[in-house]
């Protein structure tokens, strides 16, 4: 292959030009090329080695349907690999990287690989490393010790692994009519569509519009073909109705007619105005799509068909006819279908030199006779290619009969001194996307194509895409579909022969004595004889075929090699090409960045939920730790204290003295209407609708499977309002879960919901000293025991800020939870540390809030873990007998009264070590693995009240193993402890000090 | 896939939240019929074809809406609020 720069031809500038190296060779080309064009014109024929045996590749199609030229593009540190040279727009300053070779692309090592050929076959990954199940060799073991010797030899480019400095975009558009494509029948489908005054955008994968027309020799209203495209794409988009976007790919068709799209905004520019995307995300939501995604040629199989040289003969002519450049000094064309011959006079008119053209068909027609002879080409019928000659690059190609009609291979094979061949096995219309929005596409036997599905959307194909494969049928059916019209449409004349577009239905040449592979899928190195393997080895439908060699699975997803593969496979089990079927296309089309998909949206994007007293606490050098999307005091650090050293300050002040938490972050839900009681009835375990007005109520919540889904305090504020509070982390799902009841389950109760969470701020004040800091703040009530009784609450003010008090306790002190409107949280929580100044008043953080609770055995979501049934959690005198509620019913199958269940407890260490949370109870005194687990730690901490370290635990008949010595085993972490396992009440049984 | 809320419009259906299938009936409250309340909180069909679903509009309007859907096309076929299918099915009885 000696490709060069043809003297005249093409849209490139050749006034101008663009400097750009290739593995660190510079070069340089002309605005309008591509990477591909460039490096050919410069005489570069290989452009990489391949996916397995590294064997060496040239570009063999001239767009996105490229297997074999893919390249990275570097940038100062970052590096994308795998971008398609034959759609890489050069620019001034671009530096790009052959890929998948070592040292380098001219001398790789790995190309021994080659001499390995069969051990690389189909399935050799799974046939390699399903080792003995047992025993040193067992397959995970050996899999890991190679897999890194062979990822380093298989694959393509490398991912840079610094972070991206680019920037993207994402853009929500809506239409009526989405046009996908610029040929000819995009061109005129989205000319109906705005006539009719649609709003319509219209996307085109190239940098410029046209398809088809770029790289035709014929004349449409008398002028050049190309220039035609312009003019009218030009017109089009000065339309006000129409938005015109070129360098988008639409990549994916989803439900809802939604579509995505990527549109390269400046990573084809030489310098980047700042601030500017790289790279644009399109999800575009349509009426109407018209997918003028026009058809992409196949190749025919034969063997030798991988050496550079070897190419679509479409792509010979578009790199001749669109960039001015010459594949090849003598080009032969292998074809089963008349649009050889059609590139043929379009190659002959740019002056590059056709050999010979060689055709399975015994007979072709008189326009194709005339073609070849006037081009000066050798007209070879009735015969196949059956194999290649090459080093690094094709220099003559065996030819032998062939009968189209058996496929069987004869006579003398002949050789034909050739640098370029262009093959042809004819057109399969573009149906990915079509493909993608649902439906079996249906196989034309004319084309020997699928063509695409019934729509199941409001969408419809036009053009080659829905199997019209001459310009004056694309023109027609273009027109139609974009138009709403029944009026026969006013088209443009076309000045060019027609041809038949149907193909002799050959695939593939197989001759009896073959030496060389024969490949199908070039991106992944798969050959016809892959595919012959997996048949005999049972793997018979195209789904297993797919994933068993790996055919149609690289970035290219089959482009080429999809149709014949499954003829192929249809081959071998003797049935028709439909017969075997076709798998579904997958998103995207193109490969996308996951830079673009993710456009502004990366590092951190959760919600901060801040309390209204989060300033004060940092300022009083609160360390904070996230529970959920809440951001919380852990501790109140002093100088060179530990957290546990903290938090035992912090709990033991509450114990002696006083001390105030933040608890805001309790999920509150406002609960209103005649019938709330009744609701509360239901949805709590136990009875609400008979709590008096000014009382509060501990509540447990079931899921209607038995299991404790949530528990916390509502308040009854009036016969028709409650205050429902929850856990911190369940507030979002709890409010979902009853308004679900609501909506669904009992539309009748006239009971509305409002989540208040952030409209309290909520103050405990916990300690024996308690109540002699309320007394101190608080006017407008009394707080004795007789106003305020346990569980009561009242309405009074802290300074001039209203508040609301109800006396209820989670540390098992006399404590209060004083609530006011949240924009005063702050105020009335430095009136209550100004109230507490004689008692040594303390605020404490979560690790003191847990230490509290812990010694009182109270459970939270450590206990309440989805799986903990109430009666596991000591919790049964809350479940009512007078009332159904949710999960009343299955709280009590089989499975949750066993006695094997695991139930609360506490445990105290005997050794005075900290108990790790997480940790397993064992009944082994020296660690072992695996152990027999019997329960496991929930909650630990140091207790200043016992001066010990405890925990809570799950545990395998807790209640009767009371007393019993066990060991807390945290193999993970390297601790092992013995434990004496406890009632979870540990401290204050009685709870006579909350009563107090 | 986009849900036409009956209260907000036509939304992209990231705003809402699937809430399970609305074909199945809760059994009587105070029935301890395990075997029923086993198929109503487990068993559930999996139609191909149309199908009954409850969605919550969660980022928007927080009702459950009862949707009709074909689970092999994604097609929707009906929308409606919840309150209104359930109570009209219940005839206003809640079980």
């Not at chain 1, 004349?219 to 312009?230: E, F, H, P, S, T």
């Not at chain 1, 439908?541 to 593969?565: C, F, W």
């Not at chain 1, 006695?899 to 790790?916: H, M, P, T």
Request: charged residues 20%; neutral net charge; hydrophobic residues 40%.
């Amino acid at each position: 292959m000696t490709a060069s720069r043809l003297p005249k031809g093409g849209r490139v500038d050749r006034a101008k030009t663009v400097r750009f190296t290739f593995d660190g060779k510079a070069y340089s080309g002309h605005p309008g090329d591509v990477l591909a064009s460039a490096l050919l014109a410069n005489g570069i024929t290989l452009f990489g080695r391949s996916f397995k045996y590294h064997r060496p590749r040239g570009v063999f199609a001239a767009g996105s349907d490229e297997p074999n030229a893919l390249v990275t593009v570097l940038s100062g540190s970052v590096r994308e690999p795998n971008v398609r040279a034959t759609e890489l727009e050069i620019y001034d300053g671009l530096v790009t990287a052959s890929q998948n070779r070592f040292p380098s692309l001219e001398h790789d090592f790995m190309a021994v690989n080659q001499l390995a050929g069969p051990i690389f076959s189909a399935g050799f990954y799974y046939k390699t490393f399903m080792g003995p199940a047992i025993g040193p060799l067992r397959s995970t073991k050996v899999w890991m010790f190679f897999e890194k010797f062979i990822r380093r030899a298989a694959g393509l480019g490398k991912a840079g692994v610094t972070a991206d400095p680019d920037h993207y975009e994402r853009m929500n558009a809506f239409c009526d009519v989405l046009v996908v494509g610029t040929g000819p029948a995009g061109l005129l489908a989205a000319e109906a569509a705005a006539e009719t005054g649609a709003q319509v955008i219209i996307a085109e994968e190239r940098p410029i519009a046209g398809g088809s027309l770029l790289a035709s020799v014929e004349l449409i209203d008398g002028r050049n073909a190309a220039v035609w495209a312009r003019e009218k794409a030009a017109a089009l988009a000065a339309l006000p109705n129409v938005r015109f976007l070129t360098r988008t790919s639409v990549w994916g068709y989803y439900d809802g007619n939604v579509l995505t799209a990527i549109e390269h905004v400046s990573d084809f520019k030489p310098n980047r105005t700042k601030g500017q995307a790289r790279q644009r995300y399109w999800i575009i939501r349509t009426g109407k799509t018209i997918l003028a995604t026009g058809a992409f040629e196949r190749p025919i199989v034969f063997p030798g068909n991988d050496c550079p040289g070897v190419m679509l003969a479409d792509a010979v002519r578009r790199y001749a006819v669109e960039y001015g450049v010459a594949t090849g000094n003598n080009v032969t064309l292998f074809t089963n279908n008349d649009s050889a011959y059609e590139a043929a006079r379009a190659l002959s008119q740019a002056g590059v030199n056709i050999v010979a053209i060689v055709d399975v068909r015994a007979d072709v027609s008189g326009a194709c006779i005339e073609i070849a002879s006037s081009a000066g080409a050798e007209l070879v019928l009735g015969h196949a290619v059956t194999g290649t000659h090459a080093g690094k690059t094709l220099s003559s190609i065996t030819v032998q009969h062939f009968n189209a009609q058996t496929g069987h291979v004869s006579g003398t094979p002949r050789e034909i001194k050739t640098d370029c061949l262009g093959v042809s096995g004819g057109w399969s219309p573009a149906i990915h996307l079509a493909s993608q929005a649902g439906g079996k596409p249906e196989w034309d036997e004319d084309l020997q194509a699928f063509l695409p599905p019934e729509p199941n959307q409001n969408w419809v194909t036009a053009g080659s895409a829905a199997g019209y494969m001459d310009t004056v049928s694309v023109f027609s059916d273009g027109a139609t579909k974009g138009s709403s019209s029944k009026a026969k449409p006013k088209l443009p004349s076309v000045d060019a022969p027609m041809f038949d577009a149907s193909p002799a239905a050959v695939f593939q040449i197989e001759p009896a004595a073959k030496s060389q592979k024969a490949f199908v899928d070039f991106q992944h190195d798969v050959t016809a004889d892959d595919i012959r393997l997996a048949y005999r080895e049972g793997f018979h439908s195209v789904e297993h075929l797919k994933r068993y060699t790996t055919l149609g699975m690289a970035t290219d997803q089959g482009k080429t090699s999809n149709i014949p593969g499954l003829a192929i496979m249809a081959d071998a089990r003797g049935i028709t090409i439909p017969e075997a079927g076709t798998t579904r296309f997958r998103p995207p089309f193109t490969p996308v960045s996951f830079g673009a998909i993710a456009g502004e949206r990366y590092g951190d994007l959760r919600p901060h939920r801040l309390t209204p007293m989060h300033d004060w606490h940092l300022a009083n050098s609160a360390k904070t730790y996230e529970a959920g999307l809440w951001h919380r005091p852990m501790i109140y650090g002093s100088h060179g204290e530990t957290v546990e050293q903290a938090y035992v300050r912090e709990a033991r002040a509450v114990r002696q003295s006083v001390g105030i938490v933040d608890v805001s972050t309790l999920g509150k839900i406002d609960i209103q209407g005649p019938d709330a009681g009744i609701f509360l009835d239901r949805v709590y375990t136990n009875m609400f609708s008979t709590l008096p007005v000014g009382k509060a109520r501990y509540g447990l919540m079931l899921r209607e499977d038995g299991i404790v889904y949530d528990d916390g305090t509502t308040w009854r504020l009036s016969e028709t309002q409650f205050l429902m509070t929850t856990t911190t982390a369940n507030a979002g799902n709890v409010m979902q879960h009853l308004e679900f009841y609501l909506d669904c389950i009992w539309p009748d109760l006239r009971v509305h919901l409002t989540s208040v969470t952030d409209v309290w701020a909520g103050t405990a004040v916990s300690g024996p000293k308690a109540r002699a800091v309320l007394e101190a703040c608080v006017t407008g009530t009394s707080v004795d025991n007789t106003t305020l009784p346990f569980m009561g609450i009242v309405y009074g003010s802290i300074g001039d800020v209203p508040v609301m008090i109800c006396r209820l306790s989670f540390s098992g002190e006399l404590a209060y939870e004083v609530y006011c409107g949240a924009g005063f949280g702050t105020q009335v929580w430095e009136a209550l540390l100004e109230a507490g100044k004689p008692y040594d008043i303390m605020p404490y953080g979560l690790e003191a809030l847990g230490t509290l609770r812990i010694e009182k055995g109270h459970v939270t979501g450590a206990e309440i873990d989805g799986r903990t049934t109430a009666h596991d959690l000591h919790l049964d005198w809350m479940l009512s007998k007078k009332k159904p509620y949710i999960g009343s019913a299955m709280k009590d199958r089989d499975g949750l009264a066993d006695e094997n269940r695991l139930s609360l407890v506490g445990l105290i260490s005997l050794d005075n070590q900290s108990i790790n949370g997480g940790s397993h109870i064992v009944s082994d005194a020296t660690p072992r693995e695996p152990a027999d687990s019997f329960g496991h730690v929930t909650a630990a901490c140091y207790s200043p009240a016992l001066g010990k370290y405890i925990a809570l635990a799950l545990v395998k008949h807790g209640t009767s193993m009371i007393g019993n010595r066990a060991y807390a085993t945290d193999l993970l972490r390297g601790k092992h402890g013995a434990v004496e396992i406890v009632s979870h009440h540990m401290f204050d049984p009685e709870g006579s000090r909350m009563h107090g | 896939m986009i849900i036409k809320c009956p209260y907000c419009g036509p939304r992209d259906v990231i705003e809402f939240t699937y809430q399970g299938d609305a074909t199945r009936q809760r059994p009587d409250p105070a029935s301890s019929d395990q075997a029923a309340w086993s198929a109503y909180v487990y068993d559930r069909a999996n139609p191909m074809g149309s199908h009954r679903e409850f969605w919550l509009h969660s980022g928007g309007c927080r009702q459950h809406l009862i949707i009709t859907r074909d689970m092999a096309t994604h097609v929707i076929s009906s929308v409606g609020f919840a309150r209104d299918a359930v109570a009209s099915v219940k005839g206003g009885e809640h079980p």
